[in-house]
């Protein structure tokens, strides 16, 4: 009975041994085989797309060699899109999908404006990927649009850089970021503060944050501004530019403005749309591709 029992348990032992074993051997013959996540907030709006299919474009001639996938990290814009029948991954999902089609190294870059909420919660999904058992041997993650202060003043010189050509010297340029509850929010005055710097009648106003605008409005009339260019200080000229920023709801900005006498011209481009602010969400995926073997 004992000598049974002690077989039985030697037997078991080199059979798990085995199993162990191949399980290994199966890590280590496993090809390595790179691949890019661009995980934007996401777009109901059909022409914004516009914005993502540049990025997307221009991450292939950079990164030619590599498998490019898409993930959308707003459960409501995602949702809207599924009963349209137009499904888009998650973070999560996307990765996971990647885990499965044999992927061993991943560079996630995020298509955020700021490190907010939706940043930090893409990070923490980034961390939980990054090496489990049979999945990824490493997941990395690219910074948002503004992280360091240099990106401030890269910001800057891009903003510089699009300015509509017709705009004339005593005209406001107004550009309409998201803002947030999340501490990041100071991204939006800081920025304004290097604005200021350069051109003080290029304004910097948010949705949901601060400076409100209440706040943009107030520096207008003080700066006797009568004509303002509106653009949309987020990846993609999506829901929020085309209603609360251009639209013809009389809380719209576009409204809010032209009621103080302020004409309004709106320019429905995201920045994902330029090459200027490509570029630099660009250098930050480079920097997380770098991190790869
Ligand atoms: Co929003």
């Not at 490493?138 to 705009?167: F, H, Y």
């Not at 530019?241 to 429905?268: F, H, R, Y």
Request: proline share 5%.
């Amino acid at each position: 009975m004992l000598r049974t029992s002690f077989v039985c348990g030697l037997l078991l032992t080199i059979f798990l041994g085995t199993l162990c074993t191949s399980a290994l051997a199966e890590d280590q013959d496993r090809p390595l085989k790179k691949g890019i996540l661009l995980v934007a907030f996401g777009t109901t709006v059909p022409e914004a797309r516009v914005a993502l299919d540049n990025f997307e474009t221009r991450a292939k001639e950079r990164f030619p060699e590599m498998d490019i996938r898409w993930a959308y990290s707003s459960s409501i814009v995602r949702k809207i899109l599924a009963d349209d029948g137009l499904a888009m991954d998650s973070p999560v999902t996307a990765l996971a999908k990647m885990m499965d089609d044999g992927f061993t190294h991943v560079a996630v870059q995020s298509l955020h404006t700021i490190p907010g909420q939706e940043f930090h919660d893409l990070q923490k999904t980034v961390q939980a990927f990054s090496g489990l058992p049979k999945g990824m041997e490493q997941v990395t993650l690219g910074q948002p649009l503004l992280d360091t202060p240099e990106d401030l003043g890269r910001c800057v010189q891009a903003m510089l850089s699009v300015l509509p050509q017709e705009r004339k010297k005593d005209e406001a340029v107004v550009w309409m970021g998201h803002g947030t509850h999340h501490a990041a929010n100071i991204y939006y005055p800081g920025l304004q503060a290097y604005l200021h710097q350069a051109d003080p009648l290029i304004l910097v106003g948010t949705v949901e944050g601060d400076p409100s605008l209440e706040d943009v409005l107030a520096l207008l009339k003080n700066r006797k501004v009568s004509k303002a260019y509106l653009q949309p200080f987020m990846a993609v000229a999506g829901d929020h530019a085309q209603n609360d920023m251009a639209g013809d709801d009389e809380d719209s900005w576009k409204s809010m403005l032209e009621a103080q006498k302020i004409t309004c011209v709106p320019i429905l481009r995201g920045t994902a749309e330029f090459p200027a602010f490509v570029d630099l969400w660009m250098n930050h995926l480079q920097a997380a591709v770098d991190l790869l073997p």
